[in-house]
């Protein structure tokens, strides 16, 4: 069972355009959600991050919204610029309760082509 | 160096073969994780260490032995692995397991099993 999940699995966009890159996910006990972006041959990077006591973050051309009662949250990037595209990772975060430490748990990823 | 490195970036092997992958942080953090990506499927979450201790075993084969004999290093040691184990290995690390740490990922070893 997925419990996040990123429904498109790429989009193309013109440069100076808005991307948007949605991601859904079910567990409501997920309290941090994070945005990680994966050039090819290279580890995924950290983008921006929300806390679910948020319904936004905004950091440069990125930003997150947080629609908790959806349990949806979306990545926009504007103006989007070619060295954008790459593969854009969603994350939820929980506690492991059986444990001692935070779970990531990841969506299968959107591949972002910016066209010139 | 710098960051998160991964050595092999690319490891072929055969079924019979003992292998090891190797993740070194040079950012000075306390936990270290191994992740698998399978073709089209999710960041998988395998180990975690904090402090040189295993503190999540997510349900991994026994085919798979993490090490992680200091906080800069951690080790995958791979013995007859199957075919469906053929993934790209990600290591990361973070300053603790707590609050909002970030996790900085490896480049990465891709892994093929004949």
């Known amino acids: 069972d997925q419990q996040v999940k990123q429904n498109s699995p790429s989009l193309s966009v013109q440069e100076g355009r808005i991307s948007i890159l949605n991601c859904d996910y079910t567990?409501?006990?997920?309290?941090?959600f994070l945005w990680y972006k994966k050039y090819p041959a290279e580890g995924p990077t950290f983008l921006i991050s929300?806390?679910?006591?948020?319904d936004k973050n905004e950091d440069g051309r990125f930003t997150v919204f947080l629609n908790k009662s959806a349990k949806h949250l979306s990545l926009h990037i504007v103006p989007s610029q070619p060295g954008d595209s790459a593969v854009y990772f969603c994350?939820?975060?929980?506690?492991?309760?059986?444990?001692?430490?935070?779970?990531?748990?990841f969506g299968k990823g959107t591949l972002l082509t910016v066209n010139p | 160096e710098t960051g998160v490195t991964q050595t092999p970036r690319h490891l072929v092997m055969g079924m019979t073969n003992k292998k090891s992958l190797k993740c070194e942080q040079h950012?000075?953090?306390?936990?270290m994780y191994w992740y698998k990506q399978s073709a089209k499927k999710p960041l998988e979450l395998m180990f975690v260490?904090?402090?040189?201790?295993?503190?999540e075993n997510n349900s991994v084969p026994s085919r798979f032995s993490p090490e992680c004999p200091n906080s800069s290093h951690l080790f995958l040691h791979l013995h007859t692995l199957q075919p469906e184990d053929s993934a790209l290995y990600l290591c990361?690390?973070?300053?603790?397991?707590?609050?909002?740490?970030?996790?900085?990922f490896g480049p990465g070893t891709r892994l093929t099993v004949l």
């Open positions: 990361a690390s973070s300053q603790g397991l707590a609050g909002q740490d970030t996790q900085y």
């Open positions: 567990n409501s006990m997920f309290d941090y």
């Open positions: 929300i806390s679910s006591i948020k």
């Open positions: 994350a939820a975060r929980v506690w492991n309760s059986g444990g001692s430490n935070y779970k990531l748990t």
């Open positions: 950012l000075g953090h306390n936990a």
């Open positions: 260490y904090s402090l040189e201790e295993r503190v």
